[in-house]
């Protein structure tokens, strides 16, 4: 019998955009390779929130890596989660950690990181990192290969 509380809300059904983050609804199903070390990584290009200032939009490419414990996240809930950052108003830390730590605690990975590739604000590009605690040993760690803002040229 399958655990309630693992049934995905999104997968296969038409699911509308959460207004806010805290709204959004995360799916985890069973790893399907429990007791393995090996890394998942979703890169979100095109992620975009407002800056809690000047209501202006930011935009980040966010690289997530993760080690699976018993559960991994559906990627549908992931990206309507990652969406209602839309329009909630943010500094670049608090969006960044804050879905790194909403989805280390409650997905529970054995490991988890995020690397937040925010675009210039002012003038200055913000990158922001967090990790839930030391790799794994024999976790494969690619590089995120995000490069540092050049400008044009």
């Known amino acids: 019998m399958t655990d309630p ?84 108003a943010a500094f670049h830390e608090d969006c960044t950690v804050g879905i790194g730590e909403r989805l280390f605690t409650e997905m529970k990975p054995v490991w988890l990181r995020i690397g937040g590739y925010w675009y210039p604000r002012g003038g200055i590009p913000i990158d922001v990192f967090w990790q839930s605690g030391a790799p794994p040993q024999d976790l494969w760690l690619p590089a995120q290969d995000v490069p540092g803002y050049r400008g044009r040229g």
Not at 26 to 52: H, I, K, Q, W
């Open 5 to 88: 509380a693992l049934t995905p809300l999104h997968l296969g059904q038409t699911s509308a955009l959460p207004a806010r983050p805290e709204e959004a609804v995360l799916d985890y199903v069973p790893n399907p390779r429990p007791g393995r070390n090996y890394l998942v990584r979703f890169a979100a290009p095109e992620f975009t929130s407002l800056c809690p200032v000047t209501g202006q939009p930011d935009f980040a490419h966010l690289v997530i890596d993760y080690a699976p414990g018993d559960t991994i996240v559906e990627s549908k809930s992931l990206k309507l989660f990652l969406s209602s950052f839309r329009n909630h």
